[in-house]
């Protein structure tokens, strides 16, 4: 881990006051300002709280939350619950994984953009929904897909 990484962590776990029962707190800090979780920040993290490497693997493992791989400045969530399935979300998967050339469940290779599927947004109504980062798109279909996305490969 190089120094300006040791200070991150450092000040990430400071900032909650050493305290080991704000493991999830810290994990959050630090998947927020490395959009996952690195193995050597968990290493540093379990040094300096004095918390078995295990137990935080344990905590960031079950919690889906939590990546352990890393993910694109971009995250790509497509509903494919219910409404967004009979809407049409699976041709909405297919239209973003042929224009990203990525599948589901990968980042890529420009570390642009990360791409899965989750069982429902909320959003029926709006289906097929897709999310990006923290903004929603409803009534999505595959031919709006390289317009939605344009605003992103800047």
Not at 31 to 55: A, D, F
Not at 109 to 123: H, W
Request: hydrophobic share 35%; aromatic share 8%; proline share 3%.
């Amino acid at each position: 881990m190089n120094k300006s990484n040791h200070a991150k962590v450092l000040e990430i776990v400071e900032k909650w006051s050493l305290r080991k029962d704000r493991l999830i707190e810290i994990l959050q800090d630090v998947q927020e300002e490395y959009r996952y979780l690195p193995k050597e920040t968990l290493t540093e993290i379990s040094k300096t709280l004095e918390i078995p490497l295990s137990q935080i693997y344990t905590i960031a493992t079950f919690y889906a939350y939590f990546s352990l791989d890393p993910k694109g400045e971009h995250q790509i969530n497509v509903c494919l619950g219910t409404a967004c399935h009979v809407q049409g979300g699976d041709r909405v998967s297919d239209a973003l994984q042929r224009e990203l050339n990525i599948k589901v469940g990968t980042t890529s290779k420009d570390m642009k953009f990360s791409l899965k599927t989750v069982r429902c947004i909320g959003c029926c109504g709006l289906a097929p929904v897709i999310v990006i980062d923290e903004e929603m798109y409803g009534n999505v279909t595959a031919s709006r897909i390289k317009k939605i996305l344009k605003k992103y490969k800047k």
